[in-house]
């Protein structure tokens, strides 16, 4: 589409109040601009998505991802991932047959992989990307954990006749390669300990992401403290610490050396429950000597949680454990 012909119809839907609209035609507007490398007009019109709507992260979000992965690149071979990912656990043989074997999908920004209380027929690798593993509940969502390059999804459900107790849904684009059940089976003819020796690298895989998990949730054994105090929470990279959105605001509930849980009243339940798995920098406004001090804090959003009359608690778990003397500060200041 011609680009006066997009910036008419985008006025337009502005004009009319169909800010829906309006979003889906920035972001057709960001993706043309980004394949052909034009970031300056791609990054135009992303500030525009700010304006149409602010809370908006879900296109946001994908709006600087679609800029960022045509500014980087990145190029990642897919059967060498597969290689060292089973070289310990599967024979030459079996890996040689099992890598054309594989088929590869794509997955964009906010796409479930796999869904909760599904079978699933398909073992996962991921290529490229990054997704979250979250429980959800009647009334939110909890991570479970991060799959980034080189992880597996789905073993759990792949060698059994069990439903997923988890959905696992894409953070960025993601490229993945998946050996379905049928592939097994005729893999299984010529090579017949193929399921034994895959199964046993997926139990690999479960006892690193358990120790993982086992970190987080100590951190919920910290004593939390009771807390009154304004915050401003940014969606960053957690790699660079780019801006992903702009901030939010909301009111801290509750504070712990691991972690802490913030509240804040919106209508936008889409936008709210994919802050799960995302890191956030959060600036906290505190009371002190008859001023105020920003102190700037930053953590992985663990849960989101829904509450009466649009009312939702955000719960993080901070990059590094606050000190006693920090932490005794906020006590002090707020408590």
Known sequence: MDTNLKDILIANSIRDGDNGLAVHLILDAIADHAKKKDFVSAEIYRDRLYDVDALALDAIIRANEMIDAEKHTHSSSADRIIREKCIRYLSGDEIGALVPAMASLVVEPGETLIEQGRSNQRLYIVNRGELKCVHIGRHGDVLVNHLGTGSMAGYDTFFSINVATSAVIALTR?????????????????????????????????????????????????????????????????????????????????????????????????????????????????PVGGGVEWVNLSGLVRGVQDHPQHKYSIHVEFDKVLTHERLTFFQQQAG
């Open 174 to 286: 993601v490229q993945v390669q998946y050996l379905d059940k049928s592939g097994l089976r005729q893999l299984a003819g010529k090579h017949p300990h193929l399921e034994t020796h895959l199964k046993s690298c997926c139990d690999a895989e479960t006892t690193v992401h358990g120790s993982l998990m086992g970190r987080g949730l100590d951190r919920r054994l910290y004593h939390r403290y009771d807390i009154s105090a304004g915050l401003m929470a940014t969606v960053i990279k957690p790699d660079s610490g780019t801006p992903l959105s702009r901030p939010i605001t909301g009111s801290i509930s509750d504070i712990s050396a691991g972690g802490l849980c913030f509240y804040l009243n919106s209508k936008q339940v889409k936008n709210l429950r994919m802050l799960t798995g995302r890191f956030l920098r959060i600036q906290i406004t505190l």
